[in-house]
């Protein structure tokens, strides 16, 4: 891994500061902003069909008319056969579009078009292990699907057309193999519009030719891509561009923006330089480096990450992380199912805190702080998404965005940096994931490598489990020994128990100290030595963890007497008295006292139990006392009950 160029940073970081003043990180997540596309077509495209091909090449051709919402032209696909002889091949093409023609071995060849398949019948047939293509000549008005994949709006009164597939709506306009199974190893496209705008596309724009009114771009892109990633947007666009310096090496970062916005937007933009060298310092060299990566404006409310051209409808910090993390967690490793789309979002989101940590790192507690507060907002929900039928579960941004970049952290938080950022590394470069597709249990493996441990409990927790504890902390001390008791409830049952590294903060006017406490029951308790007289503790000051509702005080007995334990303190649903053999033969009556003295419970013991539970979870929360008085014998102390999370 590269070092960052430091003095960059540092000075477009001040740059920033000074261009945004109080700027703070953003309360709603970059997933409120950016909503991906087509929501209307969920069911019709939430499951994969098979197919007997995978894609080596596309050439696509189309003309198109930013003033007008229509396309046509053409798409050919060199494709191979791994399995057995294919005498057809199925590509997903919206019933709004029109087929004109199929061309095999440059001859017409027969096809059907049902539905959203378009189905071509090839003949003589492709033999197993054969290589060939099919062209299609097409043209249509790509169906208009909620939010749109294909979109013809104005900007300051000029015609836009811009694209955004993702999800499923590649197929909308143009003929592929939709869904995440198979990314092209490599792709040209060649557009044609009317002189007077520019396109913006993915990799590089190799030719511009302009013959009368129409001019021709060809772009090509030599990386693997998957079909939601590939893009196009045509308008009367401004170009400039920034220029990353590496070890030897630079990057060009091409912005095309819209002309009325292009002086404001090249104040903000120039941040991308030392993100994407913090991001080359962490994660390895930029994926598309023989190319290029980009910013196009277009009239969407955030951004997306198409493939080396990220499409933005501003310049915000936050936003423009997220979309370059992307090209990394997104787009050279690609989610292998919707439902692990945390693997491109909760990346993309942790990594914009990452830029926070090293560019601006007084707000990077504030980063941590939003997220958690956002999860624990409601109490249930997984990071796993398991309705990938809906636009809003799939990119929901209190899960697979704020919760699945809190789940990094808190395993960044217990594995240490060292191990965390290797797995990472690793991931990306696992020959099974690196520019094609992985799943959650492929990262679960690779971090595992990294800390030789077992992680099968974190994520069946906070990946496939839903909701966050809440704690419970009581403590006391005595002499240089602090004692700590804490308890864990849970918001959800689908989890038991948060097993975690808690961190709690001992503090008094002069001096604190964070210690850290590995969580495994509740009830557990602890012990310290701390070389100076605590006044107050407090649970996770940092937002290291997901919880919430959490309550600390400092109680007088934490450990048992000689005659009574009592526990858990605090304690929100019960209490337990636990007896000593002499106290349990009296009788005597367990008596409960709010803070202003008043009797809140009394119950009676009975001769030889060992044992009272008693009930509480309809008390309100705070500090209660209680007393058992028997031959002589009086015992009080305190109890603390947590508050509800209901």
Not at 388 to 394: E, G, Y
């Amino acid at each position: 891994m590269k070092t960052i160029l430091l003095s960059a940073c540092i000075l477009l970081s001040l740059v920033l500061r000074a261009q945004t003043g109080d700027f703070r990180p953003a309360d709603q997540p970059v997933a409120d902003q950016e909503k991906k596309a087509n929501s209307g077509l969920f069911s019709r495209h939430a499951s994969e069909e098979a197919r007997n091909y995978d894609v080596s090449w596309y050439r696509c051709h189309w003309v198109v008319d930013p003033a007008v919402r229509a396309i046509s032209g053409s798409v050919t696909t060199l494709f191979t056969v791994p399995g057995g002889a294919a005498d057809s091949v199925v590509f997903d093409m919206a019933a709004a579009l029109v087929a004109d023609s199929v061309l095999f071995h440059r001859l017409p060849v027969t096809w059907s078009h049902s539905g959203d398949r378009l189905r071509i019948n090839l003949s003589p047939a492709v033999p197993s292990q054969g290589r060939d293509s099919v062209t299609v000549f097409y043209h249509g008005i790509p169906p208009d699907q909620g939010f749109g994949s294909f979109v013809q709006s104005v900007h300051n009164g000029v015609p836009i057309l811009w694209t955004l597939s993702e999800p499923y709506g590649s197929s909308d306009w143009w003929p592929c193999r939709n869904g995440l199974s198979d990314k092209a190893d490599s792709i040209d496209i060649f557009l044609e519009f009317p002189a007077g705008n520019r396109s913006a596309g993915n990799g590089i724009l190799v030719s511009e030719t302009q013959s009368g009114g129409t001019v021709v771009h060809h772009w090509k892109h030599r990386y693997p891509i998957a079909p939601y990633l590939v893009c196009m947007a045509v308008t009367n666009y401004a170009k400039y561009s920034h220029f990353v310096p590496f070890q030897g090496d630079t990057l060009r970062v091409d912005n095309y923006i819209y002309p009325e916005d292009s002086t404001s937007a090249a104040s903000q933009t120039g941040i991308i330089v030392p993100m994407i060298q913090v991001y080359d310092t962490l994660f390895g060299t930029y994926p598309f480096q023989a190319e290029k990566y980009g910013h196009a404006q277009f009239g969407w409310g955030g951004g997306m990450e198409h493939q080396t051209m990220t499409f933005v409808t501003s310049f915000g910090f936050e936003l423009l992380a997220h979309e370059l993390a992307h090209m990394w967690f997104g787009d050279k490793v690609t989610c292998g199912s919707w439902t692990d789309i945390w693997l491109n979002e909760g990346f993309a989101t942790y990594l914009s805190g990452l830029c926070y940590e090293h560019l601006i790192p007084e707000l990077w507690k504030r980063f941590r702080e939003v997220r958690v507060k956002s999860v624990t907002s409601s109490p249930g929900g997984s990071v796993y998404c398991p309705d990938t039928t809906s636009v809003n579960r799939i990119f929901d941004g209190r899960l697979s965005y704020a919760k699945g970049a809190l789940i990094l952290h808190q395993l960044r938080w217990l594995m240490g940096d060292g191990p965390f950022f290797t797995a990472l590394n690793h991931y990306l470069a696992d020959p099974q994931a690196a520019y094609g597709f992985a799943r959650t249990s492929q990262l679960k493996a690779h971090l595992e490598s990294a800390c030789g441990c077992d992680l099968t409990e974190y994520f069946n927790d906070w990946y496939t489990g839903e909701g966050y504890p809440s704690y419970q902390v009581g403590w006391q001390q005595q002499g240089d020994t602090v004692a700590i008791t804490v308890n864990q409830t849970q918001s959800h049952p689908s989890v038991s128990f948060f097993e975690m590294d808690i961190p709690l903060k001992f503090k008094n006017e002069t001096r604190d100290t964070i210690l850290r406490f590995h969580h495994t029951f509740s009830g557990q308790t602890f012990r310290a030595i701390l070389p100076f007289a605590v006044d107050s503790v407090l649970f996770d000051p940092d937002y290291q963890l997901i919880s919430a509702n959490n309550a600390v005080s400092q109680v007088e007995e934490m450990v048992p007497s000689k005659y009574v334990a009592v526990f858990p303190n605090p304690a929100r649903q019960q209490v337990t008295f636990r007896f000593s053999p002499s106290l349990a033969r009296e009788y005597f009556t367990i008596v409960l006292f709010d803070m202003t003295g008043k009797r809140v419970l009394e119950v009676p013991h009975h001769r030889d139990e060992t044992s009272r539970d008693l009930p509480v979870n309809d008390l309100p929360a705070g500090l209660y006392s209680y007393l058992l008085e028997s031959n002589g014998i009086r015992i009080n102390g305190k109890i603390t009950l947590a508050p509800s999370t209901e």
